[in-house]
């Protein structure tokens, strides 16, 4: 089994929850680095993450748990939640009869 080298980070300054469709995965790391400027950050990825977060007692469920795991032990001061355009939580692009 090969053996990778990391970083040995302890701190984070910000979490990041974003959508696992795999259409979006280079974009985010690109978005994340490229136009946020961060380096290191705690990832969540789940699927239709912003209605889920938004939605019933799962989203406080897990905002907590990312709390505990990344405030608590990676000191992170903030969450960012990334979106995407056409999610099929929300019935993709064809559920909006307009483009507000």
Do not use: W
């Not at 929850?17 to 985010?28: N, S, V, Y």
């Not at 939605?55 to 748990?65: I, R, S, V, W, Y």
């Amino acid at each position: 089994m090969a053996q990778y080298q990391f970083k040995n980070i302890h701190e984070a300054e910000t979490a990041i929850l974003h959508c696992l469709d795999p259409r979006f995965t280079k974009a985010h790391k690109t978005f994340l680095e490229a136009e946020l400027g961060l380096e290191d950050f705690d990832v969540y990825v789940l699927p239709c993450e912003g209605k889920n977060i938004l939605e019933d007692e799962f989203g406080q469920t897990l905002t907590d748990k990312i709390g505990k795991v990344s405030a608590g032990l990676h000191k992170t001061k903030k969450l960012i939640l990334v979106s995407h355009r056409d999610c099929g939580a929300y019935g993709s692009s064809k559920a909006f009869a307009s483009r507000e």
